[in-house]
């Protein structure tokens, strides 16, 4: 399974825009790239996926270079509500993944 | 998405006691499903995979006649805490996937269970 490195803590303010790259070096072709947001005493909440280039949804935006190698979730204008913790996953399709969470970004949204 | 539901949300029992911890998909089937720990301020910890029907998968270090999980149903899987003792305390939580038709890795988790052993 390919590993993921993501920074351990990011701070912000409301109104802005933020984004959180996790690096994935040894990707593999069919792996997908997924991330999760977690709120204290809460189950990770799915936010988006992708396999190559750009793919937005109405919370974030997730941008995947050609190597994909690493990606880059983006949060426009964050609101206090987005502090969480979030955590970037890759795997492949179908019956053999198993989720598996690395260590994960705490964001911080200051007023 | 679809739906995972964690049942209880919160538990407190006494030591030495056993807690069953039920995690069911509402909406879809379940083939797979995955019990984590997490710890405070840490991530979380893969403790077994459940396969319906089948006996489920443990990692290293977890003991399997300690946390009973069951698969009995494509909708249901149950975890039981046996002997509970208070450093069990923590927060377990759930995930199901669909099956080996599923188009992507995406997984459903429950909200989670804190137990809290005293």
């Known amino acids: 399974l390919a590993k993921t490195t993501q920074p351990i803590s990011m701070d912000s303010y409301e109104g802005q825009e933020v984004n959180i790259t996790c690096s994935h070096n040894n990707i593999a072709t069919n792996d997908y790239i997924t991330w999760y947001q977690q709120f204290p005493s809460q189950g990770p909440r799915f936010i988006i996926q992708g396999y190559k280039t750009k793919v937005t949804n109405e919370v974030a935006s997730l941008f995947i270079p050609a190597d994909r190698k690493s990606s880059t979730l983006s949060l426009p204008r964050v609101s206090l509500s987005d502090t969480a913790v979030y955590y970037c996953l890759v795997g492949p399709p179908g019956g053999s993944y198993i989720p598996t969470f690395g260590r994960g970004t705490s964001l911080i949204v200051h007023p | 998405g679809a739906v995972v539901s964690q049942h209880p949300s919160r538990v407190i029992c006494k030591s030495g006691t056993s807690v069953k911890i039920e995690c069911r998909s509402l909406?879809?089937?379940?083939?797979?499903m995955f019990w984590y720990r997490q710890f405070p301020k840490q991530s979380l910890m893969l403790m077994a995979t459940?396969?319906?029907?089948?006996?489920?998968?443990?990692e290293q270090g977890v003991e399997k006649d300690k946390f009973l999980i069951n698969h009995a149903s494509l909708t249901l899987s149950t975890l039981t805490v046996t002997s509970a003792h208070p450093e069990d305390s923590s927060f377990y939580i759930c995930s199901a996937r669909e099956g080996q038709g599923a188009r992507n890795t995406e997984a459903f988790f429950g909200q989670g269970t804190r137990l809290t052993v005293v």
């Open positions: 909406d879809f089937q379940a083939t797979t």
């Open positions: 459940s396969n319906e029907g089948s006996k489920a998968t443990y």
